[in-house]
């Protein structure tokens, strides 16, 4: 009996737990509330809430069965907000998995769960901004917000999650830059920042910062900024920053072995050539959409593990077919746009793994090789100038494959099986008829006149589009080059003792870098912070500020071209004028401007304070002023006097030099021009604080870079001189002076001194007259371009200052409606001259339609 009453008692003493455990306050009571507010009921299958909650699937207990410390309920349908005093008082929990669900919001006490290691919240529908009580998780190491609608900052409060693994913020919409305060989770393995909103440049010291990092994603942003960063993650297998605006040389990332590397869709530069590569490990590999140039790689027998393999669209040189027979395991291959000339090697039938392949938009000859390569399940031949006939065995896997395209060629076609939607969207523009002998069906299709008339029209179709490649051709790649600059450049790395002061010349003036030791001066790059430039390496980039490299003399003063080590291209504008700000304050100032980016504005690279001037170090613009552009001088010349001092330099593709012959001849350049010109003075007057007047607008501060995009130079450089240079600019420039500056009341420029000024270039775009000193033949009173077009506009005779060079048809209308919005710039009275906001907007409006 006593072992009865010893039993009775032990059965008392568990029920009495049990029941204790389900009362309030307890774990599994949060949990139990959280499932039946969140959608699940007792009636489910799953989960039997009359049983221990560590019995319930994706609950898991402490070794006591008192508390639960891990919880993984990845998508069992939990749908709305999170309740409060549910899951946010598991005080002990340690792994909580969300995941794949429909949860919309987070419950106040959800940041207390301070014991949590892992945190798994990803493809939910969650919005909002991301808290910083993310602080509370100071013990995290696996933290994946992914696929959710988080917006608003990522916050700094990052910081305190020192020991964090790994961090899965993507597919959201976060914005602005990436917090410093990542620069302390030095404990992390992956990062994955992509498909957000994020901006400006990484965090000073990124690089350094993540000694264990293996895996870094920021595809889909807008970050932009320099390579160096990447180039110090030792650790790193994997690296995607695709679908950005990073720029630069891409050598130094090139120094990692990587076994994927994603730089696609970026704006990087350089001669691939040149890189020195050790791909032994690289199983993926994409540079797409970028501005490469120079050879493909000839030899990539050392990159036997590569699977993909991207290079489409950027700058090469015209070249044969790289060799890849070696590249076995290769299984994407696409060399779209990648100049490529010669014929298809057979070789590339003996990529048994191969299942997608595209040559289009090259200039490939001859017949398409076999091909039996049986996973291939996409091909784009397109826009090549292959013959012969399409092989059979392509034609009998065609309705395997995903896509397919085989369009502007000269290929022969005999399988009349193909259907005719298919011969238009895959074979269009592309195929000879089969000899009738072969195919008797297409006897009757050459009696039906209505299919002579479109081959007709095809052939000529095609025979307008070879002859605007030609013209295009020429126009891109013929471009006149100084080879002055092109002298030997001594190392003064070297000569650690060369000493100051330094004393140039230009042909105007002389100007001296009170420099005393050319290695003691620091010269600051703003995305390269590391490289330790000083002014030798300036002496050294443009042989000693020689005459050989000077591009122009502006109102500010000299300009150079040079590679600065690190292959950065850069033109060098010394501020001759006598600046009324110190040292601390130039630099200041020359750090604000740096932040500045617009896609219509020339990047400033970097500084340099020697002495009495101050440096301003820019990207350099492949394809000079608009100056030079509209009447046809050389590259880096301000006057036809400095003719004397240009050479000719045949290149591979012709001789070098973009003449307004082969561009400005059409509506929709000089638009472009004139467009993109406006929004850049439309983003300094209306998109910085404090707004900045530019005061120098005029033909010569419009660059073209390497895509013929107009970019803005010299903005913001007047502020670097205080009050000591308002004499010069009152002066201006012969032509772009706005009536205001004459008066006695006149104190300094405004923005519709500005505006006034890039009614002046309008005008010189669209008559192709010069502003002071032109022939202004039908009419004797006007002395500048501003009285005589004008006076048109008052005449209503607007059609005769248009440019005979523009060959455009039916853009007459247009050019004179722009020729009017240049009359309301150059307005006499500031006030009635339109904001250069409401100038980008008339200009839209009569933006030429896409043929």
Request: charged share 20%.
């Amino acid at each position: 009996m006593g072992l009865g009453v010893f039993g009775s008692v032990l059965v008392l003493t568990f029920l009495f737990k049990h029941l204790a455990s389900q009362q309030p306050n307890t774990d599994e009571f949060y949990v139990s509330e959280f499932l039946k507010k969140m959608g699940l009921t007792s009636s489910s299958k799953v989960y039997n809430f009359s049983s221990s909650v560590c019995s319930w699937k994706g609950v898991y207990c402490d070794s006591n069965k008192e508390h639960v410390v891990e919880l993984n309920l990845s998508g069992i349908g939990l749908t709305g907000p999170i309740p409060d005093t549910t899951i946010g008082k598991l005080n002990k929990l340690h792994s909580l998995d969300l995941s794949n669900n429909k949860i919309t919001t987070l419950p106040s006490d959800f940041w207390s769960l301070t014991s949590l290691k892992s945190l798994n919240l990803s493809s939910n529908h969650i919005s909002g901004s991301l808290t910083n009580n993310i602080g509370n998780f100071g013990l995290l190491e696996n933290f994946d917000l992914s696929k959710n609608s988080f917006s608003d900052e990522i916050p700094e409060a990052l910081s305190s999650l020192v020991s964090l693994k790994v961090l899965k913020l993507d597919h959201n919409m976060f914005v602005r830059s990436i917090p410093s305060g990542i620069l302390k989770c030095q404990s992390l393995v992956s990062i994955d920042l992509s498909s957000n909103q994020l901006s400006g440049t990484l965090p000073h010291g990124f690089g350094d910062a993540f000694p264990k990092l293996r895996t870094l994603n920021l595809a889909e942003n807008n970050i932009y900024g320099g390579v160096s960063n990447f180039s110090r993650l030792k650790s790193i297998v994997s690296l995607n920053i695709s679908g950005n605006s990073f720029q630069g040389s891409i050598i130094e990332v090139f120094v990692l072995k990587l076994e994927a590397l994603d730089l696609s869709r970026n704006q990087f530069q350089g001669h691939i050539s040149q890189v020195k590569y050790n791909w032994s490990h690289l199983v993926y590999l994409d540079l797409s959409e970028n501005q490469l140039s120079g050879e493909i790689f000839q030899n990539l027998n050392n990159s036997m593990n590569l699977k993909h393999l991207s290079l489409a669209c950027n700058r090469f040189s015209r070249q044969k077919f790289p060799k890849i027979e070696m590249l076995l395991g290769l299984e994407y291959l696409n060399l779209s746009k990648t100049s490529l000339v010669g014929h298809i090697p057979d070789e590339i039938s003996h990529l048994g793994n191969l299942n997608a392949l595209d040559l289009s938009m090259n200039h490939l000859d001859g017949k398409i090789p076999l091909l039996k390569n049986k996973h291939l399940q996409v091909i784009d031949f397109s826009h090549n100038n292959l013959s012969g006939p399409v092989p059979s065995f392509i034609l009998k896997s065609l309705p395997k494959m995903k896509k397919y395209n085989f369009s502007y060629n000269n290929l022969t076609l005999c399988a009349s099986e193909i259907k005719p939607d298919i011969m238009k969207t895959s074979f269009f523009g592309s195929v000879n008829s089969c000899p009738i002998a072969a195919n008797p069906s297409f006897f009757k299709k050459r009696r039906d006149v209505g299919h002579r008339g479109m081959k007709l029209a095809l052939v000529l179709t095609l025979s307008l589009i070879f002859a605007l490649a030609g013209i295009l051709f020429l126009a891109f790649g013929c471009r006149r080059k100084n080879k002055m600059w092109e002298v030997k450049q001594g190392s003064y790395r070297e000569e650690q003792n060369i000493s100051g002061p330094f004393s140039f010349q230009t042909d105007s003036t002389t100007w001296v870098a009170d420099v005393k030791q050319a290695t003691s001066v620091p010269v600051v790059i703003f995305e390269k912070p590391l490289l330790n430039i000083t002014f030798a390496d300036l002496l050294s980039a443009t042989s000693n500020f020689d005459r050989g490299t000077l591009l122009a003399e502006g109102k500010f003063g000299p300009v150079y071209r040079g590679f600065l080590p690190g292959n950065i291209h850069v033109a060098v504008k010394v501020l001759v004028v006598g600046s009324t700000l110190t040292d601390e304050e130039a630099a200041r100032e020359l750090e604000f401007l740096g932040r500045i980016k617009h896609p219509n504005l020339v990047p400033l690279t970097g500084y340099c304070v020697a002495g009495d001037q101050r440096i301003a170090i820019y990207d350099y613009m492949e394809n000079g002023n608009l100056q030079n552009l509209l009447y046809d001088l050389p590259l880096g010349v301000q006057s036809t006097d400095d003719w004397s001092t240009d050479t000719w330099e045949e290149a591979d593709n012709g001789i070098q030099n973009v003449g307004s012959e082969g561009l400005l001849t059409t509506w929709r350049f000089r638009h472009k021009i004139a467009l993109g010109t406006a929004r850049a003075l439309a983003f300094l007057h209306h998109g910085c604080s404090p707004p900045i007047i530019h005061r120098a607008v005029k033909a010569s501060s419009v660059y073209l870079d390497y895509d013929l995009e107009p970019r803005l130079s010299d903005f913001g450089l007047a502020k670097i001189f205080g009050s000591g240079l308002d004499e010069e600019i009152a002066r201006g420039s012969p032509g772009y002076v706005p009536p205001e500056f004459s008066q006695p009341e006149f104190e300094s420029p405004t923005p519709k001194s500005d505006v006034y000024c890039f009614g002046v270039v309008l005008f010189e775009l669209l008559t192709g007259k010069k502003p002071v000193g032109d022939d202004y033949t039908d009419d004797k009173e006007a002395t500048t371009l501003v009285s005589w077009v004008r006076g048109l506009v008052r005449k209503n005779q607007t059609s005769r200052a248009i440019d005979p060079k523009i060959c455009d048809t039916g853009s007459d209308e247009q050019i004179e409606e722009a020729l009017k919005v240049g009359y309301l710039c150059t307005a006499d009275l500031p006030f009635k001259r339109p904001t250069m906001q409401q100038i980008v907007g008339l200009l839209k409006d009569i933006e030429p339609t896409t043929s």
